[in-house]
């Protein structure tokens, strides 16, 4: 018992719980002083807050930052050990390579129960009527659908950075290694806030929670912003650690224009992540705000309107989507030139295509707006620019295809997630323009086309990479290979099915089903397309399924994964054994060469350091 | 930072200090007084970048010193 | 391999890359300012909040002053004042605290409306509250950078703690230097 509450896990949890009872008996105890009637909403948010920070002590989360602020000093992170085992994964680790699976681990919980509300509502959209579930009940959750799989994604998105990044560019751990553990244990509690969100009433406006809607929705509204908002910083602090890691922890001799690909992809969407999230978080707070002091932001009865909310949202929500696509069109890059043998193709071009998505993605964010009555002059910029994106995107695509093009491609299960991201991707990226282009826009807007475009892009940029980086790097945690068999009934049942799911939506929404409904009639024709959808969904869970089976069975009984298995000139297969060992190299390395010259004889990107270059290694390696 | 005249460093920042203070009379001047908008956007960015490189320091990000270890 | 020589090359190392956070940080905290900022011109226009001018001009001027000495005392401390470093950053802190009541005690207290009347109310206390909660925080570091000085922790060579709490105060006062004149001058009542 006494082992089992020393887990950080655990005490964070029992930290929570204390939180969140001392907000709300504080609340409620400065309204009974006050002789006020205690009040549910302002206690349950500050409950909810202060549960976090909880959590955070309970974690010891705080712990070293209040031995310094004390003025005393503390162990270097490089002399940090975990207790061996699977133990350290639930604990306040501070190697990054236990973070980046602890985010991956709380990442596909995430998206199982996501994935779960989808099905549940799916199944409800099988046919017309009500059968399952109630209205107010489909709504919350489609909005726990949407906010829930962002979260996942977010998290998805550090695993990888957090995992790969040190190692591919050399470095022992993190800039932060302190902040970066926090970042992660941030989201922990802010995961279990928008879970209670189900349990508080729900909220009814959908992921986006635009007011006036979500001004009056039930409590479970105000659940979703706390959540969001220290998710959010879970998400800047993350984006802010990668950033500075990125610029000066990189090996000798790698100069940014010797870096792999995933870590210009990263640098771009760190960017976005560092700088725009604030705008979401305040935007929630702000109505949030309006709801518990009556501040009249967004209220036209008190001089304020709801556009400006739309504003704020969007100049976050529109570039979070390349926060959310940029890594894994990083991965697609990584990987592409492993297994067709060839050179990445214009590899400067790809790399500054990630930063030219970025800067574009500040400067598109009103076209989700052509529709909500904002000033009309507004609407032919924006829709140029954002059809700007195309340009970068397109440079993805060129330099994809001519990697490919007379390579000798080899099929292993991550080649193949690499090429479905690539097509599904591409499908996401054709199907954008028509929502980008005012004229079509007007017709297309929130319909089950946005539906079907959202899900081409995400899936093409996030899930399928995501997918394909697990395969690839899974012997670097385990030490053994995840089951190719397994992974290859993945694939080949997700592609197809994931595909009519799209399709089927598009050709809803081109019929003019509005998103987020609950009910349709049955004299409009869509109910057809919709049994095949949810079965479609259905068969993308159990291929799903297949692969979480895969991720457990293989951890014990896969093959051992023994030397360079991909044949890869990535420092982390070349040097490094698997699994990775406790502060990754032991002996720095150089780097002499470019990092993709695969198949030019005679061409080295990494060397081992001689030893007397060690003492070089401290002062960094601008170049 | 220069370790030779030590002096120079605290009498930059009483100049610096004095420009801020003037500046901030005559925008309250600009202020309460009928003159155009611009003027108080120009000295604020003037302010704010007085700020950032005399008492921020921002030009320490590019060099890896920056008076102390 | 450990030198002394090498071991302070690799601290200074590492207090340029705290710098780089730090200065990222300010840039992430510099966008909820900014959406606020944006939001005020958004909703108000030109039309300002009936404010009190003097009080406005006191506090700005408390705000000023105490940046002064906040940069007064890094300089000492870097070069080995420590008494001078105490008194300094004393008095910065104590200016921060007149800066809150001034804000949080007089100006809520005297303006002719509250958080719930109008957007103009609902503007004014969320960017003096957004404020004056930074300004709490950075007080917060000032305690602990005098409670370390006078315990004698810093030193010309290793004050990084007290470099990292002086930008914050001055970006803090940065903020106001934006917010000033958006709350106080700029536009009609």
Known sequence: MKKFLSIGFVTGIIGQI????????????????MGLAPKAEPAAVLGAALGIVG?????????????????????????????????????????????GVQYGILSLLLMALGGTFALIFRAELAQTGMQFISLDFFNTLIGMHGMVLIISILLGISAMSNYLVPLLIGAKDMAFPR???FGFWLAVPASIVIVAAIFTGGFDTGWTGYPPLSARAPLGMQMFFVAVFFAGWSSIIGALNLIVTILRMRAQGMNMFRMPIFAWAVLATSLIALTATQLIGTSFQMVSFQRLFGMGFFDPAKGGNPLLFQHLFWFYSHPAVYVFILPGLGIISELLPVFVRK?????????????????VGFMVWAHHMFTSGMEEYLRVPFMYSTLLVAVPTGIKFFSWTATIWQGRMRFATPMLFTLGAII????????????????TDLHLHDTYFVVGHFHDTLFG??????????????????????????????????TPSFLVMTFGQMAVGLLGMRRRIADYDPAQGFQPTNFIVTIAAFLVALSILIFFINLFVSAKKGEVAKGNIWESRSPEWSILPSPAPEHNYAQPFNVVGDPYDYGLKGSKFVEIAPLQAVDQKARGTHG | MDKNKPMSELRRGVMVFLALAILTAVEYVIGTNEAPTIFLWVIAIFKGALVLVYFMHIARLSGSEGGHE | MNTPATTLEKRAYKIGTARVGLWLFFLSDAFVFAALLVSRFYLLGDKRPHLEQGLGLIVTSVLLISSFFMNRAEVQISQGNRKAFVTSTLITML???????????FEWGLAPFGPADGVEGAMFYMMTG????HVLTGVVFLFIILRNGIKGRYSPEKHWAVEAAANYWHFVDLIWIFFYPALYLIGTV
Do not use: C
């Open chain 3, 95 to 105: 200016l921060g605290i007149v800066f809150l009541v001034g804000v949080v005690g």
């Open chain 3, 130 to 133: 957004m404020h004056a909660f």
């Open chain 1, 343 to 359: 050179p990445l193709f214009g590899y400067k071009w790809v790399a500054m295509s990630s930063l030219g998505i970025a800067l």
């Open chain 1, 424 to 439: 599904v991707f591409l499908l996401g990226g054709l199907t954008g323009p028509p929502l980008g282009t005012v004229a």
């Open chain 1, 179 to 181: 902040l970066n553990a």
């Open chain 1, 55 to 99: 959590f955070m002590i309970g974690v010891g989360g705080f712990r070293d930052w209040f031995t310094w602020a004390k003025g005393e000093d503390t162990f270097e992170a490089e002399e940090f050990h975990d207790q061996p085992g699977i133990i350290r994964y639930w604990g306040y680790s501070l190697d990054h390579k236990v973070i």
């Open chain 1, 18 to 33: 204390i939180g969140t009872a001392v907000g709300i008996g504080l609340l409620a105890g400065i309204r009974a002083l």
């Open chain 1, 461 to 494: 940029g996030y899930m399928f990479p995501l997918f394909a980086a697990i395969y690839f790097w899974y012997p670097k945690i385990t030490g053994r290979r995840m089951n190719e068999t397994l992974g290859k009934i993945h694939f080949y049942l997700m």
